[in-house]
Nanobody, 121 residues
């Protein structure tokens, strides 16, 4: 079965940077989008960034454009999220997710990691 193992996260001051990584295993080629959602207390889970395994094309939420960069290392089945210029409103639990290219941002069919906490003060 599909497994996602996340690392990174932590606490940082506003304006700082963090890097999240997610290693995937046990998945098939139909799960062609991978990336990150986040959820803050009292708020709905929202997509942050995704990357397509085929052509490496990336999509970002408007709130993180220009500050976050998603990348992949196909040989290591790893996706990374470099987060720069962090703001307090970026504080949330960040979840790695893998799913079908056409439905990843809806979250309905994704496989999820356990989550890693990001706190910006």
């Amino acid at each position: 079965h599909v497994q996602l193992v996340e690392s990174g996260g932590g606490s940082v001051q506003a304006g700082g940077s963090l890097r999240l990584s997610c290693v995937a295993s046990g998945y098939t080629s139909e799960l062609c989008s991978m990336g990150w959602f986040r959820q803050a207390p009292g708020r709905e889970r929202e997509g942050v960034a995704s990357i397509a395994s085929g052509d490496g094309s990336a999509i970002y939420a408007d709130s993180v454009k220009g500050r976050f960069t998603i990348s992949q290392d196909s040989a290591k089945n790893t996706v990374n999220l470099q987060m720069n210029s962090l703001k307090p409103e970026d504080s949330a639990m960040y979840y790695c997710a893998i799913g079908r290219c056409g439905s990843w941002w809806s979250g309905s069919d994704n496989v999820w990691g356990q989550g890693t906490q990001v706190t910006v003060s």
